[in-house]
T-cell receptor
Framework: AQKITQTQPGMFVQEKEAVTLDCTYD???????LFWYKQPSSGEMIFLIY??????QNATEGRYSLNFQKARKSANLVISASQLGDSAMYFC???????????????FGKGTLLTVNP | GAVVSQHPSWVICKSGTSVKIECRSL??????MFWYRQFPKQSLMLMAT?????????EQGVEKDKFLINHASLTLSTLTVTSAHPEDSSFYIC????????????FGEGSRLTVL
C-alpha cells in the first residue's frame, strides 16, 4: 500500500482564488510528520509547511495552510489567493517516527501539478 | 533557512563513463544526507542515506556498486554514478537534515544527468 497518496495528478485554479491539494497517508506510527514541498520547473524542492502528528493546531505559513485531519489520515494543503508563480508541482511527504530519531526518511507522494490561470 | 548546494546542475556524459555529483551543506553540519532520484513527471525515490564517516545505507533495489556514495566530511557527500548507461539518465537530488526538531530536509538544487 502506498504510504502517501495524492489523487490529483493536475489541478487548475484562477489567479487570486484558493485551491486545496489533497494528501492522504498511511502509517502505524504514533509519531510522524507531514510536509509539503513545491517543485517548480527548475527542479529545486522548496519547503512550504510542516505538521507534526501531535500538533493540535493546523499549521499555517503565510498563504499556505495545512488541513490536518488525523482520524481521516489526511493532510491537505490549502493555498489562498493563488498567484501565477504558484504554478508548480506539489509533493506531500511523510516522516515516520520521532523527529529526533537518527533513522528517518521522507516518503513522497506522486505529486500534483498545479496550474494557476490568469 | 539552511542551504544545501549541489554541483553540477547539468551533466552530459558518454555511456561507460563515471560521473560525480557533490552535495554540500553550506551553513550547517550534516551528519546525514539523503540521495533521491526523480524520473520525469514522477515522484522522488530515496536511493540511499549517507552517513558521515560510515557506509551509506542503500534502499532496496539500488545497486551499491553503481551508485557509490561517500560522506567524507560533515558538509560534503558525493554520489558517483559508475559506468553510466542511458537508463541512468535522471534528476538526482540530495538533501540534508536541518537542525530543527521537525527533521525538515533541505534540498539541493538537483543535478540532471544525461547519458548518451
Amino acid at each position: 500500500a502506498q504510504k502517501i497518496t495524492q489523487t490529483q495528478p493536475g489541478m487548475f485554479v484562477q489567479e487570486k482564488e484558493a485551491v486545496t491539494l489533497d494528501c492522504t497517508y498511511d502509517t502505524s506510527d504514533q509519531s510522524y510528520g507531514l510536509f509539503w514541498y513545491k517543485q517548480p520547473s527548475s527542479g529545486e524542492m522548496i519547503f512550504l509547511i510542516y505538521q507534526g502528528s501531535y500538533d493540535e493546531q493546523n499549521a499555517t505559513e503565510g498563504r499556505y495552510s495545512l488541513n490536518f485531519q488525523k482520524a481521516r489520515k489526511s493532510a491537505n494543503l490549502v493555498i489562498s489567493a493563488s498567484q501565477l508563480g504558484d504554478s508548480a508541482m506539489y509533493f506531500c511527504a511523510m516522516r515516520e517516527g520521532w523527529s529526533g530519531g537518527s533513522n528517518y526518511k521522507l516518503t513522497f507522494g506522486k505529486g500534483t501539478l498545479l496550474t494557476v490561470n490568469p | 533557512g539552511a542551504v544545501v548546494s549541489q554541483h553540477p546542475s547539468w551533466v552530459i556524459c558518454k555511456s561507460g563513463t563515471s560521473v560525480k555529483i557533490e552535495c554540500r551543506s553550506l551553513d550547517f553540519q550534516a551528519t546525514t544526507m539523503f540521495w533521491y532520484r526523480q524520473f520525469p513527471k514522477q515522484s522522488l525515490m530515496l536511493m540511499a542515506t549517507s552517513n558521515e564517516g560510515s557506509k551509506a545505507t542503500y534502499e532496496q533495489g539500488v545497486e551499491k556498486d553503481k551508485f557509490l556514495i561517500n560522506h567524507a566530511s560533515l558538509t560534503l557527500s558525493t554520489l558517483t554514478v559508475t559506468s553510466a548507461h542511458p537508463e541512468d539518465s535522471s534528476f538526482y537530488i540530495c538533501s540534508a537534515r536541518g537542525g530543527s526538531g521537525s527533521g525538515e530536509l533541505f534540498f539541493g538544487e538537483g543535478s540532471r544527468l544525461t547519458v548518451l
